[in-house]
């Protein structure tokens, strides 16, 4: 999780960068960055949804430490963005990889935890 963009560029050459506010917003809100092809090859497909909880509620402490979790992985968000005084932006890198990783399974279950997981207030 991060707020600064530390690498000069970053952003060059994309679409976003041309637009009249982004140096408005750049910096202002912290990033849950997830890249799912990293998420796969640390965990198995079936808990890939409580490992993402577990880990961004780990880095969430860390970055807040006077912050509480909820029981909840969506109070856990609302109530870290109380903390922050802040919204946060979650980028999904690679969000079709457990989708691609379970098109062999017997059974769609996988996929539709992990499409319900991505709705807002979907978490199952």
Do not use: H
């Amino acid at each position: 999780m991060t707020r600064r963009v530390t690498r000069q560029g970053f952003f060059d050459g994309l679409e976003i960068a041309s637009d009249a506010r982004f140096r408005d917003y750049l910096n202002r809100f912290d990033v849950i960055y997830l890249d799912m092809t990293g998420v796969i090859g640390e965990t198995s497909i079936e808990d890939m949804i409580p490992y993402i909880q577990r880990n961004v509620t780990r880095e969430l402490m860390e970055q807040y430490p006077k912050w509480k979790a909820a029981e909840g992985f969506v109070a856990t968000l609302a109530n870290a963005a109380a903390a922050a005084g802040n919204k946060f932006i979650m980028i999904i890198d690679e969000w079709d990889a457990p989708i691609r990783e379970a098109k062999n399974r017997p059974d769609n279950e996988t996929v539709v935890r992990w499409i319900f997981f991505q709705r807002p207030g979907g978490c199952l």
